[in-house]
């Protein structure tokens, strides 16, 4: 079974500044899928980003990227710019690929919660 | 985009009665949807695999009894929390993904919180 932690429950950052959340994972498949999804108060969960294992480069989007680690399983989110809007539980998130891509639910960590101050 | 709708956002109902909560695919038909369970402040775990036209695959330690599941369209599918009691009270979100190239993300519906009174 597949495990993914988080570290980090909560963090503070400056807006304007740049934070990296951290997220470790433990698996034996070899092809996988990562996620960050953001959870506002609304509870509406809300992707970030997405990681292909196969996929040597990191992901970005916009003011979010990730460090993506394979061999030692890691996969941070880093957060530039930080806005008050990106206020929110951050969680971590693996699916297997090993029956195609939709096939398999997610395995979360137990999320960071991420305060902006302003 | 991909869209999942989750109905009753909060439901109130009192202890030893069943709650139907339905997800809807409002713009993919979606053969696998999953539905989580997530406690206050705590991370979203996952209890169960709803497959349209066969019985859902539970998780380890979720009794099939107690979450009826049932898939019988390609955009519905529902969860009844049978002969509910306080200690289902919870968040539970159900999420399903789009054929093709977006189906290894994810879709959320808005989440629906049960209270058992």
């Known amino acids: 079974a597949q495990t993914v932690t988080q570290s980090q429950p909560e963090m503070s950052v400056q807006e304007a500044e740049t934070v990296t959340l951290s997220c470790t994972y433990d698996?034996?498949?070899?092809?996988?899928?990562l996620f960050w999804y953001k959870q506002p108060p609304s509870r509406q969960m809300i992707l970030v980003i997405r990681?292909?294992?196969?996929?040597?480069q990191n992901a970005t989007e916009n003011r979010f990227s990730v460090n993506f680690q394979k061999a030692a399983k890691s996969f941070s989110l880093k957060i530039s710019d930080s806005q008050l809007g990106d206020a929110a539980m951050y969680f971590c998130?693996?699916?297997?690929?090993?029956?195609?891509?939709?096939?398999?639910?997610?395995?979360f960590g137990k999320g960071t919660h991420l305060i902006i101050q302003p | 985009g991909a869209v999942v709708s989750q109905h009753p956002s909060r439901v109130i109902c009192k202890s030893g009665t069943s709650v139907k909560i339905e997800c809807r695919s409002l713009?993919?038909?979606?053969?696998?949807m999953f539905w989580y369970r997530q406690f206050p402040k705590q991370s979203l775990m996952l209890m169960a695999t709803?497959?349209?036209?066969?019985?859902?695959?539970?998780e380890q330690g979720v009794e099939k009894d107690k979450f009826l599941i049932n898939h019988a369209s390609l955009t519905l599918s529902t969860l009844t929390v049978t002969s509910a009691h306080p200690e289902d009270s919870s968040f539970y979100i159900c999420?399903?993904?789009?054929?093709?190239?977006?189906?290894?993300?994810?879709?959320f519906g808005q989440g629906t919180r049960l209270t058992v009174v």
């Open positions: 709803s497959n349209e036209g066969s019985k859902a695959t539970y």
């Open positions: 999420s399903a993904s789009p054929p093709g190239a977006m189906n290894t993300e994810a879709f």
């Open positions: 713009d993919f038909q979606a053969t696998t």
């Open positions: 698996t034996s498949e070899s092809d996988y899928y």
């Open positions: 998130a693996y699916r297997s690929a090993f029956r195609g891509g939709g096939a398999d639910g997610l395995t």
């Open positions: 990681q292909e294992a196969y996929k040597q």
